[in-house]
């Protein structure tokens, strides 16, 4: 596609239950990061892939969250055990390399209820 | 961690008038990035910044990276409706992360 996708919009689940997020990036961008932005609030860095592998998961807040990238394109963010703390809208965003310009995609806005 | 603060956090302005915002660090940053947000929309980039002392515009916004590298400044003239949204500014901490401010929310009456 033209833009990143993200998959779903929205997402209502409740708590305890686990959820998958899922972002196609740009055809061709080897470098894919996932963000979280709370109410009034700009994203925060939550994991970054370069190809297959995460490079720098360092925001990710806890063991309950995991993604995985497994062909180097479409990523998947895993939450395991979701809890009313973690909605937010997730964005994801991708860029050809590391150093060029990173592209958002719409995010996928997940309530906990 | 590296916080970004921006100011003001909204703005309710006139069609047609001036609109300056910044965005303070306690820490230097080598690179500063100026997006804008509208609802339901991932942020999308506007300006970059590289060099210190940097003044960069895009149409009618203009950005400038402070000479201490602890600051910058968006301005947009003669603001139209479609400058409503929700801007931030953003710096990287190495080069795949990038930490964002709060935003500042620009409201046009018509």
């Known amino acids: 596609g033209a833009g990143v996708s993200q998959t779903p919009s929205n997402k209502v689940t409740e708590k305890g239950k686990y959820v998958e997020l899922r972002c196609d990036p740009i055809?061709?961008?080897?470098?894919l990061y996932w963000y979280r932005q709370s109410l009034g609030q700009g994203p925060e860095f939550l994991i970054y892939f370069q190809g297959t592998g995460a490079a720098d998961d360092s925001g990710l807040p806890n063991d309950r969250f995991f993604a995985v990238r497994p062909e180097g394109s479409v990523s998947t963010l895993k939450i395991q055990r979701t809890e009313r703390g973690d909605s937010a809208v997730y964005l994801c965003?991708?860029?050809?390399?590391?150093?060029?310009?990173?592209?958002f995609g719409q995010g996928t806005r997940l309530t906990v209820v | 961690g590296q916080q970004l603060n921006q100011s003001p956090q909204s703005m309710f302005i006139q069609e047609g008038e001036d609109v300056s915002m910044n965005c303070t660090s306690s820490?230097?940053?080598?690179?500063w990035l100026w997006y804008k947000q509208e609802p339901g929309e991932g942020p999308v980039l506007l300006i970059a910044l590289y060099k210190a002392g940097e003044l960069t515009s895009n149409g009618r916004l203009t950005a400038q990276f402070g000479i201490t590298r602890k600051d910058s400044f968006l301005n947009i003239s003669a603001s139209i409706p479609s400058d409503v949204g929700i801007y931030f500014c953003?710096?990287?901490?190495?080069?795949?992360?990038?930490?964002f401010g709060q935003g500042t929310r620009l409201t046009i009456n018509p």
């Open positions: 820490s230097i940053f080598n690179t």
């Open positions: 055809s061709g961008h080897t470098a």
């Open positions: 965003a991708s860029s050809y390399t590391l150093n060029t310009e990173a592209f």
């Open positions: 953003a710096g990287p901490i190495l080069a795949q992360k990038l930490v």
